[in-house]
């Protein structure tokens, strides 16, 4: 992209090994932030890919049979890895949308502002009331537990008859 507009690199800065024309350095090996960063990420999900790839149990029975199973070609790997990375990205996006900065009714963005409802919920101002968003929560029977626990029962011993 550099290359495309005339720009040449001064001494001491080096352009992209991937031509994005941002400036890479020898500790990132030639590439910009952004391309190191992608870089180092398909290396993690790669290694992560491997790993599920190894830990995956094994039968016994196919180990015991008569019949020759040809190992799985390298194809047959990358597409596992590849499944197997797909499903770690969606766990990870699971994760973030349940970190909780949007009201779970509207879905209004709700940032340090937002209520945390009993029932587990986040919620905006205007549907932080039970009844607004529908709450499933039991209100009533822990009132009940919490006065009980306050309050216990206390029976003094009988006197005896004079």
Not at 70 to 84: C, Y
Request: net charge positive.
């Amino acid at each position: 992209m550099a290359e495309e507009h005339g720009f040449q690199a001064s001494e001491g800065h080096r352009l992209c090994v991937n031509n994005c024309g941002f400036f890479g350095s020898p500790a990132t090996m030639d590439l910009c932030s952004k391309c190191y960063r992608d870089l180092r990420m398909k290396e993690e999900q790669g290694a992560l890919a491997k790993a599920a790839f190894e830990n995956k149990p094994s039968s016994s029975s196919t180990s015991r049979s008569s019949v020759f199973i040809a190992s799985p070609s390298l194809e047959s790997q990358e597409l596992v890895a590849d499944v197997a990375v797909e499903a770690a990205v969606v766990e990870k996006r699971k994760e973030v949308a349940v970190k909780g900065n949007r009201c779970m009714t509207c879905r209004k963005r709700v940032g340090l502002t937002g209520f945390k409802c009993r029932c587990g919920m986040v919620l905006c101002g205007t549907h932080r009331y039970p009844e607004e968003h529908g709450c499933q929560f039991d209100y009533k029977t822990v009132g009940k537990e919490e006065i009980a626990r306050a309050n216990p029962v206390i029976k003094a011993k009988k006197l005896g008859k004079i």
